[in-house]
């Protein structure tokens, strides 16, 4: 069974740009879970996404926005990147909420702003 | 109080050893607590995970809750060079999943 995926691995921006980032959950997963991890830091809840709603959000400003799509993948998008903005971005999936809350992370995307 | 709190560490154990990571939690959470080992530059995995007080045990790990004290400890026996890393704590919210901000752990040949 497949895990959670998420794309690119890699990713350079330059300050000032967009950047996307994907995730797909896995299979019978229904939430979906951004953090932001930079280098030598613990991890900050970006957004929590269920059934296609936001259920949650973090300490972060609008310009990190996403979405769920209806097959429950779900990106990420940081507008006006800046140069802190530079991490591990990590996306993580569980059953929907209530029913076994386990969550599982995928390899993450490396988001650097230069 | 943060929700989960640990000590950063670095905990040193030599090979062989009994490494013991413990995670204290507030009001806040709920009784669902998790433990994932994080490598540094990768994701973190789900070691276990413990909802009921006690012990439970999974090789070479095993996990222990106790909500009286509000404490979540992980015990890992034989500890080996490759258990080197962070170990995370997490713990369920209301309508969010709690993690505390690590332990560094390592493990000496």
């Known amino acids: 069974e497949a895990g959670v995926t998420q794309s690119p691995t890699h990713l350079i921006k330059t300050r000032g740009q967009q950047a996307t980032l994907r995730c797909s959950p896995i299979?019978?997963?229904?939430?979906v879970y951004w953090y932001q991890q930079a280098l030598g830091l613990g991890l900050q809840f970006l957004l929590w996404?269920?059934?296609?709603?936001e259920r949650n959000r973090g300490n972060f400003p609008p310009r990190f926005s996403g979405r769920q799509f209806p097959n429950y993948s779900s990106e990420l998008n940081v507008n006006a990147l800046e140069l802190e903005d530079s991490a591990l971005y990590l996306c993580?999936?569980?059953?929907?909420w209530g029913s076994g809350n386990t969550i599982y992370f995928g390899e993450g995307s490396w988001l650097t702003v230069v | 109080q943060k929700e989960v709190e640990q000590n950063s560490g670095p905990l040193s154990v030599p090979e062989g050893a009994i490494a013991s990571l413990n995670c204290t939690y507030s009001?806040?959470?709920?009784?669902?607590f998790f433990w994932y080992r994080q490598y540094s530059g990768k994701s973190p995995e789900l070691i276990m995970s413990?909802?009921?007080?006690g012990d439970k045990e999974d090789g070479r790990f095993t996990a222990q809750l106790n909500k009286a004290s509000q404490y979540v400890s992980l015990l890992i026996r034989d500890s080996q060079p490759s258990d080197s890393a962070t170990y995370l704590c997490?713990?369920?919210?209301?309508?969010?999943?709690?993690f505390g901000s690590g332990t560094k752990l390592n493990v000496k040949p």
């Open positions: 993580a999936s569980s059953l929907r």
């Open positions: 009001d806040r959470v709920s009784q669902s």
């Open positions: 413990i909802y009921s007080n």
């Open positions: 997490a713990a369920l919210g209301f309508n969010k999943f709690y």
């Open positions: 299979s019978g997963h229904t939430s």
């Open positions: 996404y269920d059934e296609g709603e």
